[in-house]
Nanobody, 125 residues
Framework: QVQLVESGGGSVQPGASLTLSCTASAGSISSYAVGWFRQAPGRNREFIGTISETRGSTYYADSVKGRFTISRDNAQNTVWLPMRDLEAADSGVYYC??????????????????WGQGTSVTVYS
């Protein structure tokens, strides 16, 4: 099973940009859709977006549409989440996850099989 590691989190001011990475430390992501989720303290884990296995089709939550994008390079075994115009509401622990979607855009966290450990993003003023 693929194992994922997120990186790139940090503390930034509102309006700043940040790019998160999700790299497979074991296995290959090429057969998996990869989703991004975030969880703020005291809140449920929230779907952000997902990217399909090979065609790179994407789907985003309304809260991040137009500000966040997802891309992938299967040869590098990596998926990226560039984020711009960050707001305080974007703060939280960000997770990437891999799932066998077979071309579907899956938003449900329970359909993802492998998760990274998370990377923290704090947007402060």
């Amino acid at each position: 099973q693929v194992q994922l590691v997120e990186s790139g989190g940090g503390s930034v001011q509102p309006g700043a940009s940040l790019t998160l990475s999700c790299t497979a430390s074991a296995g290959s992501i090429s057969s998996y859709a990869v989703g991004w989720f975030r969880q703020a303290p005291g809140r449920n884990r929230e779907f952000i977006g997902t990217i399909s296995e090979t065609r790179g089709s994407t789907y985003y939550a309304d809260s991040v549409k137009g500000r966040f994008t997802i891309s992938r390079d299967n040869a590098q075994n990596t998926v990226w989440l560039p984020m711009r115009d960050l707001e305080a509401a974007d703060s939280g622990v960000y997770y990437c996850a891999a799932g066998l979607a077979k071309g579907r855009m899956i938003c449900n966290q329970y359909e993802y099989d492998a998760w990274g450990q998370g990377t923290s993003v704090t947007v402060y003023s």
